[in-house]
């Protein structure tokens, strides 16, 4: 089994900086790619950005060019480095993990993200 945990929330102000991370323990051999997401008041979770174990990105459009996502260390710590935060990107994040090709029911617990004046 996997186990994933976020850490990195916090509240900023517009065009500030905040940076995520997500530990995995367990049997992180299976996965494939880790994922973060987030998830407004009232909307969907949606899919902001994904590494492949080969160092593959992806990244939502309204994301591009401000979050970086990446691996830490011994590849057990996936980051989400954001900067220009906009209050739209006001959400829970979470970090979920892909086992063969598909999104597994890993998550965590997720980190609140405030970005307020």
């Known amino acids: 089994q996997v186990q994933l945990a976020e850490s990195g929330g916090g509240l900023v102000q517009p065009g500030g900086s905040l940076r995520l991370s997500c530990v995995a323990s367990g049997n992180i051999f299976i996965l494939n790619a880790v994922g973060w997401f987030r998830q407004a008041p009232g909307k969907q979770r949606e899919l902001v950005a994904q590494?492949?174990?080969?160092?593959?990105?992806t990244y939502a459009d309204s994301v591009k060019g401000r979050f970086t996502i990446s691996r830490d260390g011994a590849d057990r710590t996936v980051g989400l480095q954001m900067n220009s935060l906009k209050p739209e990107d006001t959400a829970v994040y979470y970090c979920n993990a892909a086992v063969m090709g598909h999104w597994g029911d890993f998550w965590g617990p997720g980190t609140q993200v405030t970005v307020s004046s």
């Open positions: 590494i492949t174990t080969r160092g593959n990105t």
